[in-house]
């Protein structure tokens, strides 16, 4: 799970693909960001857009990796402490890494 978690565009991909691979098959990642139209709110976050996350990036970081399962971007009001308050723009994106298919599984012995 990665809530909030907003990385330099430089490692944003390399780090979530690690991540990715790091998922036993048929685990799930759900990631919540603030979105690039977050900067037109007070309500918190990197006040650098490439730190800030789309669906569409989310994907692309992901892709052949995990299935997307969700990938939205909209407004909703935080209330999470002084830092965190009032109408926001998240990105929230949740992945499946495939689960191992019978033909994947060798050397079992029945």
Aim: with cysteine; hydrophobic share 40%.
């Amino acid at each position: 799970m990665l809530i909030y978690t907003h990385l330099p565009g430089a490692i944003r991909q390399s780090v979530h693909r690690r991540l990715a691979q790091g998922l036993k098959p048929g685990g799930w990642l759900i990631l919540e960001a603030f979105h690039p139209a977050q900067l037109q709110h007070s309500s918190g976050g990197p006040k650098d857009a490439d730190m800030l996350y789309t669906p569409e990036q989310l994907s692309a970081d992901f892709d052949a990796l995990l299935s997307p399962m969700l990938a939205w971007e909209g407004k909703i009001t935080l209330s999470e402490g002084p830092g965190h308050q009032g109408l926001a723009h998240v990105t929230r994106w949740v992945g499946q890494r495939p689960p191992l298919s019978s033909s994947t599984v060798t050397g079992v012995c029945l």
